[in-house]
């Protein structure tokens, strides 16, 4: 079977950091085109617009969209109307409700459509889902505390209604969570602190049970200085888990079982191709779910205005 021919929407940070790589080390699928306003890749067509790309005469069966997720919805939709597969970063919009539409368009069209949840390829990730399927849960402690002004500097979307905050990076936290825990989650309380200048929480506190009772706590901060963390801490009657690192360490009593090299989007790259050849599609909007839910259940406090 020939290559999947991709093009990337939106050649930013994450798309230049993972995707290129991972495509460039995936068979079955390969760069094509790229269609971004002002970036561009040397000898690679180039478009200023996924609507340019898709009236152009340039070959593609496939799109990878790595904007922010506000303008997310029209450029998936355009694609699987245009009968392209479609691939999207996280979170995979900026509403839950937006998603419904592309599902039934990508059923009716017969064409691919992923949800990508990156941290659910980390190693530690399945590792955890099978030691927790075997044992009772007490509590859950997640921590993802990182520096916004060294992982996303100047990046003003990420404050803008639809950009998350703080939620941007902890989503990852809610996919692993989602993904290891032997039953559903949902958010029973939440408290958002908004810069009085932005429209998105700089730090939270959620607290989540599910149908056991679990307690099950996180804390996000957006302006951790120092050490920065991604640990979710799992108590149950056969010790404690951590995933740490966002979940390329995992640690039983204190003792590393992994510590690996993350690979996470050499598994998103091959579960696309997999997916494309049996004719599937992979949507699950659970994270950002939870997401809207602290967003909807929250308590809301004004703090101290952010700039870059
Ligand atoms: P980014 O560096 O800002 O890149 C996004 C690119 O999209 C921009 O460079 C821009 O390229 C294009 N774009 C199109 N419309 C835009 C608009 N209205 N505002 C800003 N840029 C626009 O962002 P990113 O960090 O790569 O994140 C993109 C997505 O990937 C987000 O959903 C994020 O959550 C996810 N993600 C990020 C990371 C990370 O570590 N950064 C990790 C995993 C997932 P042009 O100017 O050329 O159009």
Redesign the pocket.
């Known amino acids: 079977m020939s290559p999947i021919r991709l093009a990337i929407?939106?050649?930013?940070?994450?798309?230049?950091?993972?995707h290129l790589p991972a495509i460039a080390a995936t068979p079955g699928i390969e760069l094509a085109a790229i269609?971004?306003?002002?970036?561009?890749l040397d000898g690679v067509p180039h478009f200023?617009t996924i609507e340019a790309l898709l009236a152009s005469s340039q070959a593609i069966d496939a799109v990878a969209?790595?904007?922010?997720?506000?303008?997310?919805h029209a450029q998936a939709a355009a694609a699987l109307e245009a009968g392209k597969h479609v691939l999207l970063?996280?979170?995979p919009g900026a509403t839950v409700s937006e998603l419904a539409p592309l599902i039934e368009v990508a059923r009716r069209s017969g064409r691919t459509l992923f949800t990508t949840w990156?941290s659910r390829f980390a190693p530690a990730v399945e590792p955890a889902r099978a030691f927790l399927a075997q044992h009772a849960i007490r509590s859950v402690t997640i921590e993802w505390k990182e520096d916004v002004r060294v992982?996303?500097p100047?990046?003003?979307?990420?404050w803008e209604p639809g950009g998350?905050g703080v939620f941007?990076?902890a989503?990852?936290a809610l996919s692993i969570l989602t993904c290891i825990l032997p039953r559903p989650v949902f958010v029973t309380g939440a408290h958002l602190a908004f810069p009085a200048n932005r429209a998105a929480p700089v730090r939270a506190e959620v607290d989540l049970t599910d149908t056991a009772g679990v307690p099950i706590r996180a804390e996000l901060d957006f302006l951790q200085t120092g050490p920065q963390t991604w640990d979710i801490r799992v108590e149950t009657d056969g010790g404690s888990l951590t995933l740490s690192s966002g979940g390329a360490k995992l640690f039983h009593d204190g003792a590393p079982l992994i510590d690996e090299k993350e690979a996470e989007y050499a598994g998103i790259y091959r579960h696309f191709v997999d997916l494309i050849a049996n004719g599937r599609s992979d949507v699950d909007a659970t994270p950002l779910a939870l997401v809207a839910d602290a967003f909807l259940i929250g308590r809301r406090s004004v703090v101290e205005p952010f700039e870059y």
């Not at 269609?35 to 561009?40: D, Y």
């Open positions: 929407i939106g050649l930013g940070k994450i798309a230049r950091d993972q269609a971004s306003r002002n970036a561009t200023p969209l790595c904007t922010p997720p506000q303008g997310r970063e996280k979170p990156h992982w996303h100047g990046q003003e979307w990420i998350l941007d990076p989503i990852n």
